[in-house]
């Protein structure tokens, strides 16, 4: 919500400020059509690389705390418009399954929104539960009522 690029932009810059969480290379931005709950306005996603020194429940709580910062509030609709809105992809090669955090993201093999900004960054990187690279599954995905344009050239 708001100025879509212009918070992703000053939360990304603000994470990268702090001491447990460095940036190391960006995707760049892209304009995506809404899943789930269409009747909204496009999205801007990206997908970061990062080095951090947390455990993935730690980094998943500073993560939060920067949407809560950024004026995203509990409750409204699953899907729905959000000012800010993290997820942890992957975490290095490991599986997570606890009732705060599913690593890899359980749903992410299913969105162009996910894959093509990680492609952006590493198209060879093979999901840990599906043993495939991100291409192929990109390639594999079908991209119907998935529309993710780019927004400008990659950032780094």
């Known amino acids: ?44 996603n990206a997908a970061v690389k990062i080095i951090t020194s947390l455990n993935p429940d730690d980094l998943l709580a500073v993560l939060k705390s920067f949407e809560v910062e950024y004026g995203r509030a509990d409750g409204g609709v699953r899907f729905g418009p959000r000012p800010l809105d993290f997820d942890i992809i992957f975490y290095n090669d490991l599986i997570i399954e606890t009732p705060q955090l599913i690593v890899p993201h359980p749903r992410m093999h299913n969105r162009e929104f996910v894959l093509r900004p990680i492609s952006d960054l590493t198209s060879e990187l093979i999901h840990p539960v599906f043993n495939k ?21 990659m950032v780094g």
């Open 1 to 44: 919500m708001g100025d879509k690029l212009g918070n992703c932009r000053e939360a990304l810059a603000a994470l990268d400020r702090t001491d447990t969480v460095h940036i190391e290379s960006m995707s760049r931005f892209y304009l995506t059509e809404p899943m789930e709950y269409s009747d909204q306005p496009w999205f801007v």
């Open 133 to 153: 690279s991100i291409r192929r599954l990109l390639d594999e995905l079908s991209t119907q009522n998935q529309q993710c344009l780019p927004m400008e050239e």
